[in-house]
T-cell receptor
């Protein structure tokens, strides 16, 4: 157990819809990163939030957006879903930038 | 982008044997980390090695880093059935936990 939880566990959406995924970090974890992991691939960095501000972004379009809240929870929002967005979405948090990261169990999103 | 490339991609060994995985990367790094993933779920941090370190041990794990060759290896000694998992290397260029993962190694330990 890493103390990082994600919801929902599984989700099925239709192409064109919007989705919000949630992550709850350990108290005091002021850094959260989100990753997308396609089947059979390694995770890809989407973006990172530090003290509620975006602090770096990977090669993902603007329809991927996020929020981090003062209560150490965060959200990943994806608009205009595409079939290729089907993946496992992982969040990871740490006490400090560059500190040991703790991953949540992930949300498996299927877009049909 | 996928920076790390692990070799071999799939490994099947008998319980008690050692398992070795290699990872290569392309750019300069602050540190390199190895993770384990069971059944497509969350990642478990195994070990972090900084760019100025050459070898690190943690229990049955031994990691080496050769920055001149831009490569790392993970050795699991005396493997157990519970070690069956996918293993990923991930590079951290800026020391800020924005990780670039490889494609992973599927390791199966046969009891």
């Amino acid at each position: 157990e890493t103390g990082v939880t994600q919801s929902p566990t599984h989700l099925i959406k239709t192409r064109g819809q919007q989705v919000t995924l949630r992550c709850s970090s350990q108290s005091g974890h002021n850094t959260v990163s989100w990753y997308q992991q396609a089947l059979g691939q390694g995770p890809q960095f989407i973006f990172q939030y530090y003290r509620e501000e975006e602090n770096g972004r990977g090669n993902f379009p603007p329809r991927f957006s996020g929020l981090q809240f003062p209560n150490y929870s965060s959200e990943l929002n994806v608009n205009a879903l595409e079939l290729d967005d089907s993946a496992l979405y992982l969040c990871a948090s740490s006490f400090v930038l560059g500190g040991e990261q703790y991953f949540g169990p992930g949300t498996r999103l299927t877009v049909t | 982008s996928q920076q790390g490339e692990e070799d071999p991609q799939a490994l099947s060994i008998q319980e008690g044997e050692n398992a070795t995985m290699n990872c290569s990367y392309k750019t300069s790094i602050n540190n390199l980390q190895w993770y384990r993933q069971n059944s497509g779920r969350g990642l478990v941090h195994l070990i972090l090695i900084r760019s100025n370190e050459r070898e690190k041990h943690s229990g049955r794990l031994r990691v080496t880093l050769d920055t001149s060759k831009k490569s790392s290896s993970l050795l699991i000694t005396a493997s157990r059935a519970a070690d069956t998992a996918s293993y990923f290397c991930a590079t951290d260029a800026g020391g800020n936990n924005r990780l670039a993962f490889g494609k992973g190694n599927q390791v199966v330990v046969i009891p």
